[in-house]
């Protein structure tokens, strides 16, 4: 409340922007009033914090974060926020860094931190849709409008079952590309 007067008074036009980081396991349980104060733009999962907070012993396979990434990515969508994933610590490992961006990006972050510039062009790849999928997204969206046109709903593509959960999920695609 503090900040937010602070920056009402001296920032009236709203341009000022918070990134709030998720440290603690009392952070994910008010993750909910967190969100839904004025000018918070994005949630970034702070992991060694989290894990030095509850006193998970961190893995390769990050499975011991499992809960707490999902949560920070599912109160960011709903809010409408940026959610910005954890830190790879393993900054000369790429392989490291490509695992974590992939779970990030399948979880639904809409990116990632780095610590060194090196890990940012790996990133940047690793979020945005391989063209296979945009192809693939932009050919259910051609066919969801003919079947629309034809007063159809769900359809067959390519031996999938097209409705409009998929629908939604190909504009996601498309919104990323």
């Not at 007067?5 to 009392?26: C, G, M, W, Y």
């Not at 779970?103 to 690793?126: D, F, M, R, V, W």
């Not at 391989?130 to 769900?154: M, T, V, W, Y």
């Amino acid at each position: 409340e503090t900040i937010n007067k602070f920056l009402t008074q001296h920032d009236p036009q709203n341009r000022i922007k918070i990134l709030v980081a998720v440290e603690s396991a009392l952070g994910l349980l008010i993750l909910k009033e967190i969100c839904a104060l004025p000018r918070v733009d994005a949630l970034i999962f702070a992991s060694e914090d989290y894990c030095a907070n509850v006193g998970a012993t961190r893995t390769k396979t990050g499975e011991e974060l499992l809960f707490a990434r999902s949560s920070v990515v599912t109160y960011a969508t709903a809010f409408k926020l940026q959610s910005i994933d954890m830190v790879c610590i393993d900054y000369k490992d790429p392989e490291q860094l490509r695992l974590e961006c992939i779970q990030g990006y399948n979880l639904g972050y809409t990116g990632k931190q780095a610590i060194h510039p090196n890990q940012i062009p790996l990133i940047y790849e690793s979020f945005c849709p391989p063209p296979d999928k945009i192809e693939f997204a932009k050919r259910i969206l051609h066919e969801f409008s003919n079947h629309q046109h034809k007063g159809k709903g769900a359809f067959e593509l390519d031996g999938k079952m097209i409705d409009m959960p998929m629908v939604l999920q190909a504009q996601n695609v498309l919104s990323k590309a």
